[in-house]
Structures are given as structure tokens and as C-alpha cells.
């Protein structure tokens, strides 16, 4: 008996090492409301980490907007739809990845209709989307990082491949059965919230001695 009260005593501080290791997403905390950031800023005016943080947040949201969307219209209207279907899962990890680096923040989309099961938020995001906000939401986080929840809204040219099933092609319910099984993403209406783009900005470094 003795002996195990030993080891009790012994173990909780580490167990409390290893909470502070690994802040839970609690710690994050919504910033106060404002509105959304214009993504415009003249070239060359400021690093990039002095750069407000949910300005870098709306800018990497709009630049992985633009490529995913032009690649596919692209190919949409070169090859189909269902050819872009396919071109969406090779291409939109690399694309994020891309404007990750760019940006230099984490980036992704998320839904509480996932098409692809690896679009799961992250671990921070989870808890504020449990009541799917239609509004952006900016979060400090516990180490200086900013996070931005920014609603996707479902546009007329993605019906092709969200809308009701009997608005999809034949042909792409074909390639959606076959490539993602567990599809849950279709049965949107225009306009209606299809999910969110997640940024998670670093804590600025520049006003820090080296």
C-alpha cells in the first residue's frame, strides 16, 4: 500500500509535465468580434510575419480559393466533370501544401459533410465548429498562433458534384461511388454552408530578440 502511494506521488508531476507539453484545444480563445480583413496588401510593404495575422489568414484562404478553383474549371472544361473529380483528390493536398509554404501557416478545408475522410479539422478547430458558424471566427491560441475559421458557401458550378443526386451527372456519381465510398458531401443547395477553410498562423517573431 505504502508502496503504490509511492508511486502515485511520484508519477503526477509528470502527468502535469505532460499537460503543459500539449495544450488541449480549451486553451484557444475566440478573439473579439471584428470585421473580416480586406485580403488586399501592396507588395513588398513588410515581412510576411509582421504581417496582421488574420490578414495572413484571409490572404492564404483566398490564394488556395483561387488555385483549387482554377485547376478545376480547367479541367472541367477540358475533360468534364468527372475527370475533375479526380484531379480534386490528386491536386488539392499538393495545392494546400503550396500555399502552406507560401503563406508560411497551416492550411486546409474541413466539413461536417466530409468527402474525403483526411479533411478531419484540427484538434483546435474541432470544438468551434461543433455549432457550424456561418461567420468567420478568429482564435489565439496558446502560443501566440492565430487560428481563422472561414466559411465555404456552396456556389452554382459545384452542384455538379454537391448538389442533390438527381442534379449530379451519371457519370459523376460514377466516379464519386467508386473513389470515395463514404461520400457524405452531396445534397447541397447554392449558397448553403458547405464547410470551412482552417489557417493556423504562427506567433510573429519579428519584434523578437535572436
Same mark, same amino acid.
Given at each position: 500500500m505504502k508502496y503504490d502511494l509511492f508511486l502515485l506521488v511520484l508519477l503526477l508531476p509528470l502527468a502535469g509535465c505532460s499537460a503543459e507539453k500539449k495544450p488541449s484545444a480549451a486553451a484557444w480563445k475566440v478573439l473579439p468580434e471584428a470585421p473580416q480583413p480586406s485580403s488586399t496588401l501592396?507588395?513588398?510593404?513588410?515581412?510576411?510575419?509582421?504581417?496582421?495575422?488574420?490578414?495572413?489568414?484571409? /490572404? !492564404?484562404?483566398?490564394?488556395?480559393?483561387?488555385?483549387?478553383? =482554377?485547376?478545376?474549371? @480547367? %479541367?472541367?472544361?477540358?475533360?468534364?466533370?468527372?475527370?475533375?473529380?479526380?484531379?480534386? /483528390? !490528386?491536386?488539392?493536398?499538393?495545392?494546400?501544401?503550396?500555399? =502552406?509554404?507560401?503563406? @508560411? %501557416?497551416?492550411?486546409?478545408?474541413?466539413?461536417?459533410?466530409?468527402?474525403?475522410?483526411?479533411?478531419?479539422?484540427?484538434d483546435w478547430a474541432a470544438p468551434f465548429l461543433k455549432d457550424k458558424p456561418e461567420k468567420p471566427l478568429f482564435l489565439q491560441g496558446p502560443e501566440g498562433q492565430t487560428g481563422a475559421i472561414l466559411p465555404i458557401r456552396l456556389q452554382q458550378q459545384c452542384l455538379m458534384c454537391h448538389g442533390q443526386p438527381d442534379q449530379i451527372p451519371p457519370a459523376v456519381l460514377t466516379v464519386l461511388q467508386s473513389r470515395y465510398p463514404h461520400d457524405q458531401a452531396t445534397g447541397f443547395a447554392e449558397d448553403e454552408l458547405r464547410g470551412w477553410f482552417w489557417v493556423e498562423v504562427p506567433a510573429s517573431t519579428t519584434s523578437q530578440e535572436p
Open positions: 501592396p507588395a513588398g510593404t513588410a515581412p510576411i510575419d509582421a504581417i496582421d495575422p488574420k490578414l495572413r489568414a484571409v /490572404q !492564404a484562404r483566398d490564394a488556395l480559393f483561387q488555385a483549387l478553383s =482554377s485547376r478545376l474549371m @480547367q %479541367v472541367v472544361q477540358s475533360e468534364g466533370p468527372a475527370a475533375a473529380i479526380a484531379v480534386c /483528390q !490528386a491536386e488539392a493536398p499538393g495545392l494546400a501544401h503550396q500555399i =502552406s509554404q507560401e503563406h @508560411q %501557416v497551416k492550411i486546409g478545408r474541413t466539413s461536417f459533410k466530409l468527402r474525403n475522410p483526411a479533411n478531419q479539422p484540427p
